[in-house]
């Protein structure tokens, strides 16, 4: 195995500690009626991964990679998003179901967009 795929794959999983840690933090120990812990998680990433994105070539390719496939990568998680909007419209709530998988998805493309922009801004 190479060093940096070793190092991408620590990262990973450095990645889902976080995102575990966030999102007990932002769920309350009763549960919600909406997983705002995988929402927050999912957009900041996406920002993250975003910037990543928009330094381009000010970046060292190892460390993008390291970052972005793996901190990222354990960070975000769209398999949770999935499961999130079944179990609530298995509960019959219909609007939280959509609120979650399209709230999840225009919002992280926003911020991975925004992202983008001050990561090449920053890069200039």
Do not use: C, H, K
């Not at 793996?70 to 398999?79: C, D, E």
């Amino acid at each position: 195995m190479s060093p940096l795929l070793l190092v991408a794959a620590l990262a990973g999983g450095v990645g889902a500690g976080l995102r575990y840690v966030l999102d007990r933090l932002l769920t309350p120990a009763g549960g919600v009626r909406f997983p705002l812990g995988i929402f927050v998680v999912n957009v900041s990433g996406s920002f993250a991964l975003g910037v990543i994105t928009g330094l381009g070539a000010a970046l060292a390719p190892e460390l993008s990679l390291v970052l972005g496939l793996g901190l990222l990568g354990g960070y975000t998680t769209f398999s949770t998003v999935s499961v999130e909007t079944v179990l609530l419209a298995q509960r019959r709530r219909w609007r939280d179901a959509a609120l979650n998988l399209f709230g999840t998805l225009v919002v992280a493309a926003l911020a991975a967009g925004l992202g983008i922009l001050l990561g090449a801004w920053i890069a200039r």
